[in-house]
């Protein structure tokens, strides 16, 4: 009896099909996964960092000796006591970032150098293929950034503003910019003054300049906008997102 098979030939001729379509795809296939690497990264911080925003508004009830007041009351004709009255308190909040993650902060102390014994609320680790290599006006994050390291923290206030500071604890601003618009190729969108600014890069092979960037800027009324760039540099420079054929708005 006759069994019916593939002849050599036309193995190497399947093989050799799928090798090309395999050529074709994986370059392909490996920019989707950066790309939707980085925009995960990218909506988790917009999003975390409305949710800090948010925190920071909160008054609770103070615990132990904070956020408690004595108040002088006569017991008696004879006798004096004091009442505790405990009223609400605000505690500090903040985000600290680094090369590969960040975190949400959160202390009772209004010192702002003690942030290195503060709570941790949320903490998100990034693959390791992703960079946040720029904060507001700070760039070189480094993955071992402290919650004491001023230029990578950002601070939020009870109304909604963001103290960023640098070089010191005791210099800080309200907003970091007033541009009132933000561009992305030769698109611009008009904004309010910005409170926040981050640059994250997703590698597309594991190499240091193929990759795709992403560009996130928040102002103060909560409005944001998301420029995404391919280019195939190792290091950030200005000139990633104002390449037209190269940009998209998202």
């Known amino acids: 009896m ?25 370059p392909k296939v490996q920019v989707w996964n950066a790309r939707n690497r980085g925009l995960q990264a990218v909506v988790e911080i917009l999003s975390d960092f409305s949710k800090a925003r948010s925190i920071a508004g909160y008054t609770v009830v103070g615990d132990k000796n904070k956020g408690k007041i004595e108040i002088p009351v006569k017991a008696d004709g004879s006798t004096s006591t004091k009442m505790p009255v405990y009223v609400g308190i605000r505690l500090q909040t903040a985000m600290v970032f680094r090369a590969h993650e960040y975190a949400i902060y ?4 209004m010192k702002v150098s003690d942030w290195a014994s503060a709570n ?19 760039d070189n994050i480094s993955a071992t950034a402290a919650a004491n390291d001023v230029s ?31 561009s992305c ?7 309010n003054s910005l409170v926040f600014s981050a640059i994250v890069k997703s590698e597309i092979s594991g190499t ?22 391919f ?20």
């Open 2 to 26: 006759r069994k019916n098979g593939f002849s050599l030939i036309e193995l190497m001729i399947a093989l050799a099909v799928l090798t090309i379509i395999a050529t074709v795809a994986v």
């Open 152 to 182: 990578k923290r950002l601070v939020f206030t009870s109304n909604g503003l963001v103290k960023t500071q640098g070089g010191t604890d005791s210099s800080s601003s309200e907003t970091f910019a007033t541009a009132n618009k933000v």
């Open 185 to 191: 190729g030769k698109e611009s969108t008009p904004m």
């Open 120 to 138: 941790v609320l949320k903490r998100n680790r990034l693959p390791d293929t992703v960079f946040i290599v720029k904060i507001n006006n700070f």
């Open 106 to 109: 959160q202390k009772e102390t």
């Open 208 to 229: 240091e300049k193929d990759a795709v960037w992403y560009k996130l800027d928040i102002d103060q009324a909560g409005e944001y906008h998301i420029c995404m760039a």
């Open 231 to 250: 280019a195939s540099e190792s290091s950030y420079s200005s000139s990633i997102f104002t390449n037209n054929g190269n940009t998209l708005s998202l």
